[in-house]
């Protein structure tokens, strides 16, 4: 699926007013916090994009190293011959 110019654009806006209104609304409502380094701006949002890119990384490295076998695996080992 194929976006047009014009609606990258909108949607690189929206994400940036985003990421405005969690820096300021903060400010405006002085809402509880548990901890010190949530006052930092725009926390949720970095803390959802460290998270997600670790779980990508950590994904793929289960994946390639423990999970994947090599192409040839069951001709080796003698497996699926009749």
Not at 7 to 20: N, T
Not at 31 to 46: K, T
Not at 52 to 70: D, E, N, T
Request: hydrophobic residues 50%.
């Amino acid at each position: 699926m194929k976006f047009s110019a014009k609606a990258k654009q909108w949607f690189y806006i929206s994400l940036g007013v985003i990421a405005l209104v969690e820096i300021i609304a903060p400010r405006l409502f002085h809402g509880h916090v548990h901890f010190d380094f949530e006052h930092f701006p725009a926390w949720g949002s970095l803390y959802g994009l460290v998270s997600c890119v670790l779980i990508i990384v950590v994904s793929k490295f289960i994946g390639q190293f423990w999970l994947m076998r090599p192409e040839n695996y069951y001709e080796e080992s003698g497996r699926g011959k009749k």
